[in-house]
């Protein structure tokens, strides 16, 4: 039997590279909050799925490690998506606003059961098809300002060290062999099911829905998962230990996250239908191997966004997709949309919402324009506002509460510039605190940064 080698990646066709705004202007990866002098900065208060409980976030060295699954590229950038991926930035922006260094890892998985389906379906090459959406995912994560992760790998890039790992739990007796394919046996880690806290029965049908093969025959349990995929007729494949395949889904993240972050993680995020069974299995794979714990000290899980009280899904067919959206709105308007939900609190796409976002967009704008000569001697302080937006912030990252206080300064940027008022520090302020959500206000096209960021990447990927 014949096994595909894979042959470099052409660029596929389609748009140009975005390129930096000419008034864009260059940021490092921090949030640049600019002086604070009168602002103290408050502790993170970080909801962790694991424990249940907001805690106060420290990291674990100096810098934070950060790791957020994502995508598989078809079918993208829905709103889903973009919702994960800027609530992501606005924690590594807010992050480093309180001086600690983020390294941020988000994966790109090139190889599964999904785009394999896809590919058959639409009768195109799998590794076509994933560039095409992959750029067309970076550009919008563009165009929203959404700042690149410092490393964007494919899962494909990491096949030493997923073969390597999953030969080390084969000898340490929690993976077997079997039709050329190799499974984490479930029953023999005790602590399975230690982050979702369900039950084996009620892991069973959640798993199904997610992709798992009850009645595989060659497991010896129907919640064991595959860590290595034996090769079917017009599928890729790779050598191994135990025949030509592939990865399974759980192991390509968790051996890219420590490939590059360590064995143990500061913060590991996605959506919340990823924390059964991916995350999971990422945490019974990662803590069995290394035999340390935690894999991740915080887990950060962004929750679902509905459509007619459905979970907006590819499997659903329900998509309401960015590149739609930017023919009616801002980048500016998205973000404070997105921003006007809490992480943690599922909500319903409405459109009512988003031209309301709209308006708040232009109300910052226009903030940040005043031009005024001062006639009083009283500037207008910003340092009230600024602290309570920290404190809202730190809060578990509050950021519906933290746009109230972006608005309330907007408007007391209108109210000082009519009075004559110096309002200068003030709108330096409120550009501050509106780089937390990637807002551009005035600025013009995304940031520098972000542009080049998400280019260098490309250029990797997509040679």
């Known amino acids: 039997m014949a096994v595909r080698r894979e042959s470099p990646r052409r660029r596929p066709e389609g748009q140009a590279r975005l390129k930096p705004s000419s008034t864009a202007v260059t940021h490092s990866r921090g949030a640049d909050m600019g002086s604070q002098a009168h602002v103290s900065m408050e502790p993170l208060q970080l909801y962790n799925s694991l424990s249940r409980r907001i805690e106060p976030f420290r990291p674990a ?3 934070v490690t950060l790791y957020v699954c994502g995508i598989t590229p078809y079918a993208t950038t829905h709103l889903g998506h973009a919702f994960t991926y800027a609530m992501a930035d606005t924690l590594s922006r807010f992050l480093e606003q309180q001086g600690y260094p983020v390294c941020y890892v988000q994966n790109l ?16 090459d799998y590794r076509a098809l994933g560039d095409r959406w992959t750029e067309h995912f970076v550009q919008e994560m563009q165009t929203l300002n959404v700042r690149a992760p410092d490393h964007f790998p494919r899962a494909t890039e990491a096949l ?7 030969r080390q739990l084969c000898a340490l007796g929690v993976a077997y062999e079997a039709g050329g394919s190799v499974y984490f046996e479930s029953e023999a880690w005790p602590s399975y099911g230690k982050l979702s806290r369900l039950s084996r029965q009620e892991m069973l049908p959640i798993a199904n829905e997610r992709g798992n093969n009850p009645d595989d025959v060659s497991k010896r349990h129907p919640l064991d998962f595959v860590l290595w995929q034996a090769h079917s007729p017009g599928e890729p494949a790779w050598e191994s230990p135990w025949g030509p395949g592939r990865p399974g889904w759980h192991i390509e993240c968790s051996t890219l996250a420590q490939r590059l ?19 999971e299995s990422e945490i019974a794979q990662a803590e069995c191997r290394t035999r340390q714990e935690p894999f991740a000290r915080w ?3 962004t929750a679902m966004v509905q459509l007619a009280g459905k979970k907006i899904s590819k499997s659903l067919g329900n998509l309401i997709m960015v590149q739609d959206l930017l023919t009616h709105y801002s980048p500016d308007a998205i973000r404070l949309f997105l921003a006007g939900h809490h992480y943690r609190q599922s909500w319903e796409y409405d459109p009512a919402e988003l031209a309301h976002a709209e308006q708040r967009a232009a109300s910052l704008r226009a903030a940040v324009a005043w031009s005024v000569r001062p006639r009083s001697p009283r500037p207008l302080d910003p340092s009230a506002r600024q602290q309570a937006f920290t404190h809202a912030m730190a809060h578990d990252l509050d950021t519906p509460a933290a746009l109230t206080l972006l608005s309330n300064l907007a408007a007391d940027i209108a109210a000082g510039a009519r009075a004559g008022r110096d309002v200068q520090a003030a709108q330096a302020a409120l550009r501050q605190m509106s780089r937390i959500f990637g807002l551009r206000l005035d600025a013009g096209g995304a940031e520098a940064a972000v542009i080049s960021g998400w280019n260098r990447h490309l250029e990797r990927a997509l040679p």
Not at 160 to 166: D, G, H, K, L, S
Request: charged letters at 25%; zero cysteines.
């Open 299 to 301: 887990w950060f899980h």
């Open 109 to 124: 998985t090139d190889v599964d059961d999904a785009i394999l389906r896809e590919a058959r379906r639409v009768g195109e």
């Open 261 to 279: 972050l360590g064995e143990t993680l500061d913060i590991h995020g996605g959506g919340s239908d990823l924390l059964f069974p991916h995350h």
């Open 61 to 63: 060295h100096a810098s």
């Open 160 to 166: 030493p060290e997923i073969i390597a790992a999953v």
